[in-house]
Nanobody
């Protein structure tokens, strides 16, 4: 029902910034809560940030709060992840995810709860 394609990954030096984009298919994008997850080599896929279907509420992992910002443009069927003050520990494959939800708050932070996933985009932060 939803297809997701991430873009914007790359190599950046510590302290730098990068913005990722996730383009979604379909006219029902406004009914889906969106999230970003990341997975480093040898580790599980962790929640980074999420946003409600309307864009009215967001949630962030403690490790990125204050540095990352999630936003969405429902008219363009796109969600964004603005990253700043990047550190080597942020190095990972970043995935865009979606779940059908019109909740006004983001309460789901586990990967198993999200039904649709992008292919991932690599973000590498050098020291």
């Amino acid at each position: 029902q939803v297809q997701l394609v991430e873009s914007g990954g790359g190599l950046v030096q510590a302290g730098g910034s990068l913005t990722l984009s996730c383009a979604a298919s379909g006219r029902t994008f406004s009914n889906y809560a969106m999230a970003w997850f990341r997975q480093a080599p040898g580790k599980v896929r962790d929640f980074v940030t999420g946003i409600t279907s309307s864009g009215g509420s967001t949630r962030y992992a403690d490790s990125v709060k204050g540095r990352f910002t999630i936003s969405r443009d429902n008219a363009k069927n796109t969600v964004y992840l603005q990253m700043s003050s990047l550190q080597p520990e942020d190095t990972a494959v970043y995935y865009c995810a979606a779940r059908y939800s019109r909740s006004v708050v983001v309460q789901v932070t586990t990967s198993a709860a999200y039904d649709y996933w992008g292919q991932g985009t690599q973000v590498t932060v050098s020291s």
